[in-house]
């Protein structure tokens, strides 16, 4: 029996083999109030379905309105509440507390673009995202990196995202640090005349919204992804 | 001995339904700022939490638009909902905040929003 054979016949490690510290504490927690009946597990688990079945579609949908119809845009601009509730999202009474949660308020604002102004949104002070519109945050929406650097060195950090913009576009970085939660909505771009609202929906994708991209025709979260063959294939 | 009795569901009373800031509406005071006054952002102690980022301290900035009145979050993080306050979108300059930010950008800006007791007239 080779080396090489013995490695194999280790048992495969497990996918998680140590729980964090942070981890330990929420369980921890969690079942103590459960016990002390603050609320029930039926409670916890309708409270996670609803978090992690959201997503940015509506937001998409509320921006391709927007685009549509100009009445409907300035209902955006002066109250996004109100406005989402033509995207089907009731800040207030959808969530299963029936006022937000302690971290998501209910007051969206909906950050107007216009061709010499590009806002991007952040919260420097944690992480405080639009999440019954826009559904969970990205990653790197939640690092110090972006969080520090974005407010510093906003045209170096939207660059290493793929966008550059000329000297003549304002940056308007929007920090979300109170009780507002905050979309983006774009420039609708050229090459979409005579779209429909399901069309203009698609291009608008999560980091338009965050405003780190800009909305272009045939580009979509759900468009395929360019396979490459690989440098060295493996010879079979 | 009777146990003391904390209400420690005020909140979630006046909330539900309304929602958080929608349920301190009509409870400031009249707001001392109106959208396009300069005011500067006031370096005031905090106690534990606060929301008044370190690079906004000191800085002069302009008003863009009352948002909601609401007590402010370094009262709100210690339960006490009593001093309920206007709350200031506000634009600043990136060259006011950074040292060395680009000529060339000079129309970059950061908007954010800021209690009403954080605020001075310049």
């Known amino acids: 029996m080779s080396s090489n054979d013995k490695e194999h016949l280790h048992p495969p490690a497990p996918v998680v083999d140590e729980v964090s510290d942070f981890e330990v504490l929420e369980i921890a ?65 959808t969530m299963p507390t029936k006022f937000g949660t302690p971290s998501d308020y209910c007051n969206l604002r909906v950050m107007e673009d216009t061709p010499t102004l590009k806002h991007v949104v952040v919260c420097t002070l944690c992480s405080c995202y639009p999440r019954p519109i826009l559904g969970q945050s990205p990653e790197w929406y939640r690092t110090p990196n972006y969080r520090r650097r974005i407010v510093r060195w906003p045209r170096q950090v939207l660059a290493e995202f793929g966008l550059q913009l000329p000297e003549d576009v304002e940056i308007r970085v929007v920090d979300s640090n109170q009780k507002s939660r905050m979309i983006v909505l774009p420039v609708r771009p050229e090459g979409t005349e005579g779209w429909t609202e399901d069309q203009l929906a698609e291009i608008v994708t999560r980091d338009c919204l965050i405003g780190v991209a800009v909305p272009k025709p045939g580009v979509t979260a759900n468009g395929k992804r360019p396979v490459r063959p690989a440098v060295n294939p493996y010879k079979h | 001995m009777s146990k003391p009795h904390y209400d420690r569901e005020h909140h979630v ?110």
């Open chain 1, 29 to 93: 927690v969690r079942e103590l109030a459960i016990e002390k009946g603050l609320f029930t597990q039926e409670d916890h688990n309708q409270w996670t379905d609803y978090m992690h079945t959201l997503g940015p579609a509506p937001a998409a949908r509320l921006v391709a309105k927007a685009w549509l119809d100009p009445e409907y845009k300035k209902v955006c601009v002066e109250d996004g509440v109100k406005a989402s509730l033509d995207v089907g999202i009731d800040w207030v009474n």
């Open chain 2, 13 to 122: 009373k006046k909330a539900t339904g309304i929602g958080d800031p929608q349920c301190f509406k009509g409870e400031a005071p009249a707001a001392r700022f109106k959208v396009g006054d300069k005011v500067r952002i006031k370096d005031l102690p905090d106690l534990f939490y606060t929301r008044t980022q370190g690079y906004t301290r000191g800085a002069e900035g302009t008003i863009s638009r009352l948002v909601y009145e609401s007590p402010p979050a370094e009262d709100e993080s210690w339960d006490n909902t009593e001093n309920v306050e206007w709350f200031y979108s506000l634009v600043f300059d990136m060259q006011e905040l950074w040292p060395n930010y680009p000529e060339a950008y000079a129309g970059d800006t950061v908007e954010t929003e800021i209690p009403e007791h954080y605020l001075e007239a310049v």
